[in-house]
């Protein structure tokens, strides 16, 4: 079976947050003064979680990615990891973390079948690194790196391209990849502070930070990108690993998404951008069947965004403001 949406493009990702609780506190993340952290009730439980999971694989969908919040501050996580990667179907599991508690982990994580983890990391430098998340953690984060290469795992490091607050460290990031293997992706940032800020300039837009890496390595090289790929991907030539740059904001990869976000509690988006489509835990809990879930889900593809454009259009007018990227899953 393929999930389609009414724009023709197929749905065959999954990216689903099992909590909005995180051991970072990075302020594009959330606001500053925090966030009231969802009771235990409104969260999705495992059993909920592996329904829809379940249901969506034998909709079409081939991979899933488990974010937070940070997911591995949620209790008993590895079962749910355990439980998703058996189910028929189901090409690919990934995970993406902060790093912060996830180093012992790692062989457990391989065992399972999980061969690609996306690890948040915007600086390497450890005063700057406490300065955005307002913890002392970056030294974990690194030994999380470590154990993932040395499990020869994939990993992608995701960095929000801050102003005033990381430009410094895109040269720093970039050179990673000489004598590492992994791809560094420089993510544009974007308003999901759970405030009302809006961005009418971004000025680290994937432009500028091309332009800032070529500037360092004028020889480095286009690469093609994979089907539904969210990064323009690039190589340095004689470094072992590569460069993305991904237009978060800007948006121009709108017209090859595959993917649908279900919140921590249950609430289906089918763009980042918009304010969410209806509530999957809900339904469970007023003991729908599987008949009714699949039809709810078939008729919001149908009804999907063109864009994120579209999208957040569409949320301004019912909300004015940005969610928590904890609230909604990264």
Known sequence: MVLTDNHGRAINYLRLAVTDRCNLRCFYCMPEEGIDWLSRNDLMTYEEMMRACSLLVKMGIQKIRITGGEPFVRKDLMLLLKGISEL??????????NGVVTAPLVPELKKLGIRSVNLSLDTLDRNRF????????????????????????????????????????????????????VSVRF??????????????NLTWDHVRILETIKDRFPAIEKLKDPAYSTSYNYKIPGHKGSVGIIAAYTRSFCGTCNRIRITPQGILKTCL??????NVKDMM?????????????????????KDGWEAE????????????MAAIGG
């Not at 809990?285 to 009714?292: G, K, M, P, T, Y």
């Open 130 to 181: 406490f300065a955005i998340t307002h913890r002392d953690e970056l030294p974990a984060v690194m030994e999380t790196m470590e154990q993932l290469l040395l499990h020869d795992m994939e990993v992608k490091i995701n960095a929000v391209v801050m102003e005033g607050k990381n430009t410094e460290d895109i040269i720093s990031l970039a050179e990673l990849t000489k004598n590492l293997p």
């Open 273 to 278: 951008y918009d304010a969410g489509v209806f």
């Open 313 to 324: 259009q569409k949320r301004n007018l019912l909300t004015g403001t940005h969610e928590s």
């Open 88 to 97: 028929s179907g189901l090409q690919e599991l990934t995970v993406t973390t």
């Open 285 to 305: 809990r007023l003991h729908r069947s599987n008949e009714e879930l699949a039809a709810a889900f078939s008729d919001a593809l149908g009804k999907r965004a």
């Open 187 to 200: 993510i544009e940032e974007m308003s999901f502070n759970g405030g009302d800020k809006h961005y009418s």
